[in-house]
Each structure stands twice: as C-alpha cells, then as structure tokens.
C-alpha cells in the first residue's frame, strides 16, 4: 500500500526537462527544497490558524450542586421594612424586643453602615417608624442586642455587642456597650469595657448568685479571641475574668442547661475549632464553672455561623441550635456540604446530640417560632454565603417540625441576597408570625440586595 | 530524489489532512463558560472578561489558567469546569490533577477532591507530601480523623502536617504525644503562632498554668501562621485577585498622581472604573481633585461616599483633613472626633493621626488639656501600632509619654506591663500593672497579668518568659 502511495507520489512529479542533466538536478533539487519549504510551513500555518481560531462548539458544561428545595406552601410576602438606599447594607443582627413594654412588638436593628441601633415601631396604619436610640456613628459595627434592666432601675436596657471592624483584625478595638435607658425611652451610652477584641455577642445572667446581672461576653477578634464573663461590682463597674481562650466564639448563651436553678454559659468555637462548650455553674461563689465540651467535630470547615437556646422537643429542657456554612477559611466564601442547620438535643448531664435539621449552602443565622401554629417549633434560616451569582439560589427556608423533631425543608426566597440575621414573631397581631431578616454586604458581589426585609404570610398555598 | 520528493509530498498531504482535522477539532471544542459577574466591581468585571476573552482557552494551560481566575474571584463551579477540561485534553498532567483536586474543595465536592489527589500521584507529582497534606485536610472534612492521621504520617516533611497530627493527637487525649510534637515544631519555627497556641492549651489542661499563661502571652501580640501548602496556593490565589481588585486601580491612579501625571490618573479611573459608584474609586478620584486644586469636588466626593456608605475612621480622616484644607476647621473638629471615637478600621495610624490632628487643633484654640488628652491617646495608638507591628520594645516611650500626658488612663500602663513581661523585665511589669490597677482596678486583664509576674517572681524565675521555656 505503501510502496503504491510512493510511486503514485513520484509520478506527480513533473519529469526534469532536457537536455542538460545539470540543470535537470538543479531543478530537482528546486523542487525538493520548495517542497521542504511547503512541509514547513504547513503545520506553523496550522498551527497559527489553531491558535487564532475561536472555538465554535457547545458552551462548557458546569456541574452545579442541585438545588432542589420545594417552595414553601405557605406563601409569603416580603417588603422592605426603609428606603434607605445604602450602597452596600449591613445589617447585623435584628432582634424582636417589647422596649416600651406596651405589649406590642418592635424591631431593634444593628446597622453596622449608620453605625447606630435603630428602633422601628409599627404603627396603627401600617406603616413602621424609625428612631436611631443613639445618634449616627455613635456605635461602630454593633453586632448583637440583648434587652436586660442591667442597672437594676426597673426599665429596659439594651447590651450591646460591639465588633466595630468587619475588616478581619485581632486589634483589640471592640467593645461591651449599655444604652442605658433614662426611664423614658432615652438611651445614654456607656462603654462597660473596651480595649478588647471584636466582641461578637453578650449576654447577661447571674453567674455568681449575689443577686446582680454578670455579663458573659464571646471576644471574637480573628486569630486571637477569649470568652470571658463580667463580675458585676454595682453601679455598672465590672471586672473581666477569662473563661477560655478561643478565636471566633460567634455565639454564648447564658440559660441552664442542667436544671439546677442557676445560669450555664454555652458558647459556639468556629474558627478551625468547631467545638460547643458548656461552663457549668456548680452554684458556688465566686463562678468558678466546670469546663465540658459538648460537642466537637475534626471538620474545621464545619462553618459555625450562630448558636441558639432552645426547648426545640419540648421536654422541658434546653437545647442547643447551630447554624453552620459560614467559612471565613477562603478569600471567597464556599459551600460546604455541612452548612445547615443542626440540633443539639440535650440528653441531661451534660450529654447532647447532634442531628441534622435540614442544609443550607452558606446558613449563617436561625430563629425558631411556630410558623404553621401547629403547636411546634419550626426553624426559619437565612443564607449569608451562598453562590449568589446563580439565578435561584436560596437565601431564605423554614424547616417544618412534624412534631416529633424532624423537619421538611421549605423555600421562601431566594432575594434579598446575604441574610446575616433573622428574627421571627408577631409584629402585627394577627396571630401569624413574620419573619425579618437583615443582610450584610460586607464584600462584593452586591447582588440582589436587601436592607431589612419583613415577609408576612398570605396564607396557604392552594392545591 | 524522487522517492525524497515522493516522501515529501506524502508528508505535506498528512499535514493538510491532521492540520484540517485539528483545525476543525479545535473550532468544535467547546467555548468558556462565561461567569456571571453581576454585582462586581466594572473593573473586575471587565478583568474577569478579558481573561476569557485573551485565554480563549484551546489548550490544557489555557483552560487551566481560566480557571484559576475564576476561582480566584468566587466561580467555583467554572473553575472545577476549566480545570475538568484541561483535564481531558491532558490526562497525563499531574499538576491539572492537582490543581483540580483544590478546585472541588472550594466548590465543596470533597470525595470528588480526594480522588483527583490520588491520581496526582499516580502521576507522579513532584510534591506526593503536598497531595497528601490535602488528603489528609479532606478526611478531617469528612470527620475522620484516624484515616486523616494515615495521611498526615506520609506528609511529616510538611510542618502544616505535623501540627494536624498534634492536634489530632490533642483531641484524642494523647496530651503528652501532642505536646512532644508541638514542641518540636516550635523549636524548628519559633515564630509560628499555631503550635504555641496548642501547646498552651495543652500546658492549660495538664494544669501548667504559668506555662500556659506565658505561651498565650508571648504568641498574642503578632499572628505569624505556620507555613502550609493551603497558604502557598492562597497566596497565588491572593495574587490573582489584588490584580482584579478596585485597589490596584486606585494605586495606579495614585503612582501617577506622585509623579505628576494629574491627567493620566484622572485618564485612567474613568478608563477602568468609569462612572458606577465604588467608594475605593470615588476616593481615587478625589485625590486627582485635589491635585487639580478643586477642592470643592474633594470634599463633594469624600462626602458622597459617607453618604452612601457609612463613616469609618479612615474615611474621617480623608475628610477631615481634606476639610483642613478648606479652612473649614469647626466642620474638621466634628468629623476627625466622631471618627476617632469610632476606631473602626484595624489601621490603628489612622486613629492616631486623627487624635494627633485634634491634638494640634485644641492646642490652636487654647484649650490645653483637650490638647494633652488627645496626644495622649495619638502616643497611645502610636506605640499600639508599634507594639503589634515592630519592635514591642520601640513602643516603651510612646506608652509612658501617653501615660504621663493623662494621668487618668489605665490602658498604656496596662500594655507597657504586656510589653515589660514580654521582654523579661519582670519587676517592670509588676509596676506597670500596679500603676495600672490604682487608676482602674476592675481591669481584669491587669490582674490577671499582675498575679502571673508575681507567682513567677515568687518562683524565682524572673527568665521564665520566653516560650523557649517551654522545653522545660
């Protein structure tokens, strides 16, 4: 077959032209090098055309993670509870709280771009009514609210997280706040201690039993962090005491969890750590806790996002909710198939378990009411970090107890992008729960934005 | 000659043929994904673009290159798809096999990650510890500490692998294992933070208090990681996304503005940023307003972006002393005081500039002791910033001069007893943090401190902070 390619090859070649035999080898040998010449530029032309030419086929095909979460059958309305139109919103934490103690429900907001707590009142025809409790930039980056008469004067005040920096830093530039509340719903602000790490979260309790509110305080920072409690020594003096040294504690908790009448402080370890930890107070003056880890995992890229207390079996003790898919690991935020929601059921003495509620891609906070009013608790979660940049994805769920503490999955939304907080309860009387939800854009892409966003329920679907 | 000339002309008819089905191969390869860059930055935007654009990747490196862009900025998913493909055109590759297998991580597909590691190795990668440091990152991901273990020991050249073991070790119980192999770590990277931590924490739980109260100490002040292969590809990482960021505009904008190329700076803003709201932009922009001398549009500029975005200590300082220039001094007052109060950026020059400038604004008013209480906190925030940044030793004046300008501030005595301690100079620390405790003696922190310095005087061991001391 060869041989045949070959001789039908050289029979192509024009035969040399006479007479000369020399100039006849010039010729053949003309050819050879023009042919050479040709078999060269034939692959650089080839390979010049390949490297210009734009592929033309089919779109590259990417593997998404399947996002297959039923719509919620309840059906939901959202509205954004302001018009402020910030370029990028950064809400921190939404808290429901009765300030006025007029049985009807408000909203304090953490607002980490004003820098201030507001209030926001419904009133009678619907609308909502914002009030800053303490001028603009007077907080910077508030993280988290409880409402506590800490002063001991019969009227609320609110404790007040301070983070100050959402740049990562170990600065010790956070701080513990009180607005004091003057008895008429004027706040003054008082610094109870700085020169600490960002503070993530406080909360109150008597820890040593000598009749006044303690603080417990998650000193978040980055790569250095503590847990440490504040001994109250009257009039809103206190001193610190370190409990543990811990980076990133995004959550404590200051409820007991044994029964024994006196307040236990859990606090939630992310960070590399993925630890939950009870201090059990045995009761004694001063606090000198029991340290019991309850739970730990050796995935560090668990994405511990938030911890609440709860009696979420209703068994007449407490229990313990994690919210995981908050990965601070990477310069962009991925998705982990751990993120969602987890249930630390409590066993008694100290012993919990761990089941999985339902996953949520990027969960960075909870909340538990009774949605459907069927006299269990439900779970709604938003989303902070997921893949926003896909039409579709997630950013809001309820989890439906069946009454015996497993859960159905529910969509509500997929916008406003970037839930860092939500709260739920009823704002408006109607004897169905709302859900608020706040969103924090402290990095790109500002995508579906949202500042606080109110979804009402419409009701049930029909079939 | 013929049977040459017969030769060539086969080979020219092969090359027409392989060329043409090459060619054509290539026009049906597929095309990049192209990301959804919503909601970014114009300029990352159009850098992300460019990049699939200019890759208009056909070859392995190409789709390899797109797809570390796009992992760079977030699109896990197109970068697993890149890498994949690159894949497929070189299977042989061992480094695409890697390269993917850190892919899957980020986009959360673990088994997926672990065998493409696997295969890197079957490869033949040059660095099989590397693969198997990731391997091992991935069992732990899979709460499996004990397979993760088997990897670690393959991976021990890898100081990152050795510190896994500890604390695997550590959280098996095994404190006195997990203390051996800290302390050999800390003895081969003194400086590294993570390993003194543990090993504090170990000292804590065998109830080594002192020791473990002078390793938390002594690593506190300055996080220095240890170094791993998720860092080194971090950093790459790191690399690819300053080129994409805002900020590299800004910087270029602001090289031209020192060398006086006032238009090319202005040129070049709205070239890359164009008109979008971005306050790193708008901040750039209100340099090259300055320097044109409008200073109008300066302040109108640096207003617009606490307008929109909220108020920081660095963005009160721009203004504040953009203000200065503007002779508007009641207005620079107000905002360089509310923006020192908000300390919220962890530049802590910025806090001490601004304490500084109301330092010299007081003094020009005649009210001294505002004056005097101002520079001491700019001293303060000046030797903070020392303190965590160089020398802690240069930070001693800064502190005392803070603490003698304001007698009633615990907060330098408190760090001037960190810093004593730390340098070994035990009954200076004892007398900083007394002095500390007279003006607050609720600072937990200094009592604290003030009971270590003294049970480790009382133990005769004035040389016992160094976290060498450790090995004792």
Known sequence: MFREFLSWGSSLVPEPIAPLEESGTRVRYGLTIALVLVATAIPIGWLQMIATTTPQGPPLEISRAPSDLEMSPIRFRAFELTDHEDWSPRVTNVNIVDLDENGEPELLVCDAVRNTIFQYQRLPDGSWKETALVPENTISVPARTEVVDLDGDNDPDILVAVFRSLTPTSDPIGQVVLLQNNGDNEF??????????????????DFDGDGDLDLVVAEYGHEFGRIFWMENRGDLTFVDRELMRAAGTVSVSAEDFDGDGDPDVAAFIPSEQEEVWIFENTGEAPFQPVQRKIWGTANFDFGGSEMLSVDLDEDGDLDLLLAAGEDSEYP???QQSSHGVYWLENLGDFEFELHSVGSLPGCSSIAVADIDND???????????????????????????????????????????RLATVACGDLTGNGQKEIIAGSLFNNEPIIRPGRVTVWTQEGEEQE | ?????????????????????????????????????????????????????????????????????????????????????????????????????????????TDESSREFERAMELGHPYASQCWYFLGRNALRMDDPE????????????????????KIAWRAGESAQAEHMLKEIINEFPNATEPQRL?????????????????????????????SPRQEIFESIQQLRNVGNVKFVQTRATELLDAGKVSDAQEIL??????EFHPVIWDARSDVERALGNIEEQIALLQEIIERDGLDSYRAARLGFALIGNEQKDEVQKVMTVGAALESNDEREVVADLYQQLANLASEQGNEDKALANWSEAQFHYGRKIYQTEDPSKAIDLFIQSAEANPETADPLF???????????????????????????????????????????????????????AED
């Open chain 2, 1 to 109: 000659m013929r049977v040459v000339n017969a030769v060539l002309l086969a080979v020219i008819g092969i090359e027409l043929v392989a060329g043409f089905r090459s060619y054509r191969n290539v026009q049906q390869q597929p095309v990049a994904p192209t990301a959804n860059t919503e909601g970014l930055p114009g300029f990352t935007r159009n850098m992300i673009m460019s990049s699939e654009v200019a890759m208009n990747p056909k070859f392995a490196e190409q789709w390899s290159g797109l797809g570390m862009v796009y992992q760079a900025f977030g699109f896990y998913d197109e970068s697993v798809a890149c890498f994949t493909r690159a894949q497929e055109i070189s299977p042989e590759d061992p480094s695409i096999a890697y390269e993917l297998g850190f892919a899957l991580i980020l986009a959360g597909k």
């Open chain 2, 147 to 166: 397979t993760a273990k088997g990897f670690f020991l393959k991976a021990t050249s890898l100081p990152a692998a050795r510190f896994e073991l500890a």
């Open chain 1, 332 to 334: 962009v935020p991925t």
């Open chain 2, 415 to 469: 760090y001037l007893g960190q810093l004593f301690y730390e340098l070994g100079e035990l009954t200076d620390a004892q007398t900083a943090y007394e002095e500390c405790l007279k003006i607050d003696p609720n600072f937990g922190r200094a009592i604290d401190g003030l009971a270590l310095v003294k049970a480790i005087r009382n133990s005769g061991g004035e040389d016992a902070t160094q976290p060498e001391s």
């Open chain 1, 188 to 205: 003054t602000p008082r610094v109870l201690i700085d020169q600490i790490r960002r503070v993530s979260d406080a909360r109150s309790g």
């Open chain 2, 199 to 227: 090993l504090a924490e170990v000292f804590d739980e065998q109830g080594e208090q002192h020791l473990a109260s002078m390793l938390y100490l002594s690593s506190d002040r300055r996080f220095v990681a240890l170094t």
């Open chain 2, 270 to 275: 709205k070239y890359e940023a164009g008109s």
């Open chain 1, 375 to 417: 006299n269990d608790l439900d779970i709604i979660a938003g989303s902070r970090f997921n893949n926003w940049h896909v039409d579709g994805t997630t950013s809001l769920v309820w989890f439906e107890n069946d009454g015996e503490a497993t859960f159905q999955t529910w969509k509500i939304a997929d916008s406003p992008a």
